[in-house]
Nanobody, 122 residues
Framework: QVQLVESGGGLVQAGGSLRLSCAAS????????MGWYRQAPGKQRELVAD???????NYADSVKGRFGVSRDNAKNTVYLQMNSLKPEDTAVYYC????????????????WGQGTQVTVSS
């Protein structure tokens, strides 16, 4: 199976920065895309940012210019650098690995981390 281990969440003041990390482990051959979603209380889970193995990125409009996603393919690790944080960024952030292919398998799937809390105070 795949394990996604997240770290870097916490409580910061508005205008501050945090860096989230997520490392995938298991008998992984490749991962098409890795990224971050977030869910605030009473809200739907939404895409924050993701990145493909080739380096193509997508960002939610609300975080463009403030957040940056990067990836180390050799380590199966994805990062989210969050700058100029706002109270509306407060949410549980979930790591996602999509299109995971395993060694010796023809079909993989999509996997989620357990989530890490990010709280931004005003």
């Amino acid at each position: 199976q795949v394990q996604l281990v997240e770290s870097g969440g916490g409580l910061v003041q508005a205008g501050g920065s945090l860096r989230l990390s997520c490392a995938a482990s298991g008998s992984i051959f490749s991962i098409n895309a890795m990224g971050w979603y977030r869910q605030a209380p009473g809200k739907q889970r939404e895409l924050v940012a993701d990145i493909t193995s080739g380096g193509s990125t997508n960002y939610a409009d609300s975080v463009k210019g403030r957040f940056g996603v990067s990836r180390d393919n050799a380590k199966n690790t994805v990062y989210l650098q969050m700058n100029s944080l706002k109270p509306e960024d407060t949410a549980v952030y979930y790591c996602n690995a999509d299109g995971v292919l395993f060694v010796g398998r023809s079909y993989g799937g999509t996997y989620w981390g357990q989530g890490t809390q990010v709280t931004v105070s005003s």
